[in-house]
């Protein structure tokens, strides 16, 4: 394997990261069979890799992923919450629930939330984690 990966990671979990994080930013569902015939690998091969090299089983990186998108897009979007949540494949009612289950806070007072308060949450949620996709620079999802 190669390992001249970004963030100290092998190239081979590199590109899960990345498909993961474009399929997500297009908007596309995908599955852990679809990773497999990409990189030709079964999970039994990759899983264990990717959980040592992110700290995160690659279900919840994803999850991790979509939810920083969609903070990203409350705050900088004029979508309502539902269409946001919509624009993501995600169900209106259960994404709220989880959203305050992850953020502490409802997706409404995220919004109106000062840009302290939400760089808290963001940097108490997400600690550490590192995503290919340079989400500072990068436009909202939702336009």
């Known amino acids: 394997m190669a390992w001249l990966g970004i963030m100290g990671m092998n190239v081979e979990i590199n590109a899960i990261c990345r498909i993961m994080e474009v399929a997500t930013v297009e908007g596309k569902r995908f599955e852990v069979g679809d990773i497999e015939r990409v990189i030709g690998w079964d999970y039994e091969q990759w899983g264990k890799q990717f959980r040592e090299q992110t700290g995160q089983t690659p279900a919840r990186y994803?999850?991790?992923?979509?939810?920083?998108?969609?903070?990203?897009?409350?705050?900088?979007?004029?979508?309502?919450?539902?269409?946001?949540?919509?624009?993501?494949?995600?169900?209106?009612?259960?994404?709220?629930?989880?959203?305050?289950?992850?953020?502490?806070?409802?997706?409404?007072?995220?919004?109106?939330?000062?840009?302290?308060?939400?760089?808290?949450?963001?940097?108490?949620?997400?600690?550490d984690t590192q995503f290919q996709h340079d989400l500072s620079t990068s436009p909202p999802t939702l336009k």
């Open 62 to 127: 994803a999850r991790l992923f979509r939810l920083r998108l969609i903070c990203k897009d409350l705050r900088e979007t004029g979508a309502t919450v539902g269409d946001v949540f919509t624009g993501h494949g995600m169900d209106v009612a259960h994404m709220q629930r989880q959203f305050k289950k992850a953020m502490g806070m409802t997706p409404y007072m995220f919004r109106k939330s000062s840009q302290e308060v939400a760089e808290r949450r963001i940097s108490r949620v997400f600690g």
